[in-house]
């Protein structure tokens, strides 16, 4: 091993954080723990790893789970399309590899919802296979370490940090040296002001030479970020049963629930919500009051911004109206087992009748 390689092995083994899926590299773990965490802290991640263990123990007992389950489980997490893909990859195994992960990159990379990064992470945690991973913290170790100005959202900057990532990589011990990185970054190393004093790799780190370590690593600009405003329609009857919606189509949270929904490109006035096609075509056959509408919600994703308004709408008799399929009658006690996302989650916690 290279200096650099050894004092990070030596560090990692005094402050590494005691982990399950440390602990048993077991593929399903390593999997499942990188899915959970692409998107997520490590103190909110582990809590959702031990109920989905707990829940199915193994790559089969998740995949005879349905896919609306695993939604619920996966609920607060955000980014719902790791959940889908979590299912889909877990059938997909299963069908087509006996129920145990394949071993090399190529092979883990086709299967559902496994990029480079995943698949060298299960590959070289797993199975000891000398792939380097390169996420958010990698690439700012990486960054500092070589005073590195290209910014890494670029194609040239994905694939410089890749080829820095490999070639630093100690490939005797390919799963730990990645799991250094990785909690390098995440313990020492951190965005805003870290302590480099007490860095392993001080010694070795370009930018904390030549005074750039808050510059690093540099991004382009982010996208627009676009805001979309949704008025909820929250129809109730007499026998407490509320109207419930489920989003297909390609759009933010598949398959989750929601209530019916008016979209516009700017905040609309109860009259003209009253006046809208879709609610006339809900509610027109029915005796309806609106007994208030909430002040808006601001809820953030990546790319785009909801503003929510909720019309809170009383209804005398069940609605003849609805016909689709994607709209359905749910009652209160039976809320609580429907996959929905933050924002309707937090209403109904604050709005429970």
Known sequence: MNEIQTALAQWYETHKRELPWRSNPSPYYVWLSEVILQQTRVNQ??????????????????????EEEVLKMWQ?????????????????????????????????RKLKGIGDYTAAAIASIAFDKPHAVVDGNVYRVLSRLY??????????????????????????????????????????????????LQCPLQSHC??????TVEERPKKEKKLKIKTRYFHYLVIRTPENGIYLHKR?????????????????????????????????????????VINRISLPHMHKLTHQTII??????????????????????????????????????????????
């Not at 909690?183 to 870290?194: D, H, M, S």
């Not at 399929?325 to 989650?345: H, M, S, Y």
């Open 206 to 211: 370009l930018a904390l030479a030549h005074h």
């Open 76 to 108: 607060g997490l955000g980014y719902y399309s790791r959940a889908r893909n979590l299912h889909q990859c877990a059938r997909q195994i299963v069908e087509n590899h006996g129920g145990s992960f394949p071993a090399d990159f190529e092979s883990l």
């Open 147 to 196: 005073d590195i100005d290209t910014p890494i959202n670029t194609k040239e900057g994905i694939r410089l940090f890749g080829q820095l990532a490999e070639q630093l990589l100690d490939t005797e011990h390919p799963g730990r040296h990645n799991q250094a990185m990785m909690e390098l970054g995440a313990l020492q190393c951190v965005p805003n002001n870290p302590d480099c």
């Open 45 to 66: 991640g582990l809590d959702y790893f031990i109920r989905f263990v707990e829940r199915w123990p193994s790559l089969e007992d998740l995949s005879k789970a349905s």
């Open 248 to 288: 297909e189509g390609n759009d933010i949270w598949k398959n989750l629930y929601d209530f019916p929904c008016i979209e516009s490109d700017h905040p609309m006035k109860s009259d003209e919500i009253i006046g809208s096609e879709y609610f006339g075509s809900l509610l027109s056959e029915s005796g309806f």
């Open 308 to 353: 929510a308004t909720f019309v809170e709408i009383k209804i005398s008799v069940f609605l003849p109206t609805i016909k689709t399929n994607n709209i359905l009658l749910a009652f209160e006690n039976e809320l609580g087992t429907f996959p929905v996302p933050k924002l309707i989650d937090n209403y109904l916690t604050n709005n429970n009748h």
